[in-house]
T-cell receptor
Framework: EAQVTQNPRYLITVTGKKLTVTCSQNMNHEYMSWYRQDPGLGLRQIYYSMNVEVTDKGDVPEGYKVSRKEKRNFPLILESPSPNQTSLYFC?????????????FGDGTRLSIL | SQQGEEDPQALSIQEGENATMNCSYKTSINNLQWYRQNSGRGLVHLIL?????REKHSGRLRVTLDTSKKSSSLLITASRAADTASYFCATNTGGFKTIFGAGTRLFVKA
């Protein structure tokens, strides 16, 4: 089954404790992206990757890091999480980045930073 | 800043009625997409309309695009309780970014 898998689905942690949210897709997609969703603000793009070893900032990259060492994986790293990063996070992928292809989304990761 | 903004923010209708949601955007686009999000789940792609298209259909969905007014509408005909969800428009300006609006929450009463 074609899917985007995120882990963990839920996480409660404390300020400053490094964490990683993993994202994996099994569709051989070139393009992957991370979004955060906050009430009233819709989805905002954090980082995206056009292919292996090619990443770029989205609209809200501060406080986040990503890497794309393999085509299928695109982890999101919070080196020193803060309470304003409490949010619902989504990973998405599409066949390629050309002309806004339809994206496949994971089921989300709800992060609470205390 | 948000490219796409949906209107209304929330909509409540009876089963069988039609639901119309609107999306306005600010800059020229390459394409516009609509997504659905069920509570607590990821977004699901519904339909994509390119800048040179004016109308597109998919089952009970009808999407229109007016590039002169920088707006799009999503019509769901003969709505069902299962259509209860949030609906988002997303725009692409030809680059690598896709920008989502804040969404319309649709509630269909059985």
């Amino acid at each position: 089954e074609a899917q985007v898998t995120q882990n963990p689905r839920y996480l409660i942690t404390v300020t400053g404790k490094k964490l990683t949210v993993t994202c994996s897709q099994n569709m051989n997609h070139e393009y992957m992206s991370w979004y955060r969703q906050d009430p009233g603000l819709g989805l905002r793009q954090i980082y995206y990757s056009m292919n292996v070893e090619v990443t770029d900032k989205g609209d809200v990259p501060e406080g986040y890091k990503v890497s794309r060492k393999e085509k299928r994986n695109f982890p999101l790293i919070l080196e020193s999480p803060s309470p304003n990063q409490t949010s619902l996070y989504f990973c998405a992928s599409s066949l390629n980045s050309g002309a806004g292809q339809p994206q496949h989304f994971g089921d989300g990761t709800r992060l609470s930073i205390l | 800043s948000q490219q796409g903004e949906e209107d209304p923010q929330a909509l409540s209708i009876q089963e069988g009625e039609n639901a119309t949601m609107n999306c306005s955007y600010k800059t020229s686009i390459n394409n516009l997409q609509w997504y659905r999000q069920n509570s607590g789940r990821g977004l699901v792609h519904l339909i994509l309309i390119r800048s040179n298209e004016r109308e597109k259909h998919s089952g009970r969905l009808r999407v229109t695009l007016d590039t002169s007014k920088k707006s799009s509408s999503l019509l769901i005909t003969a709505s069902r309780a299962a259509d209860t969800a949030s609906y988002f428009c997303a725009t692409n300006t030809g680059g690598f970014k896709t920008i989502f609006g804040a969404g319309t929450r649709l509630f269909v009463k059985a």
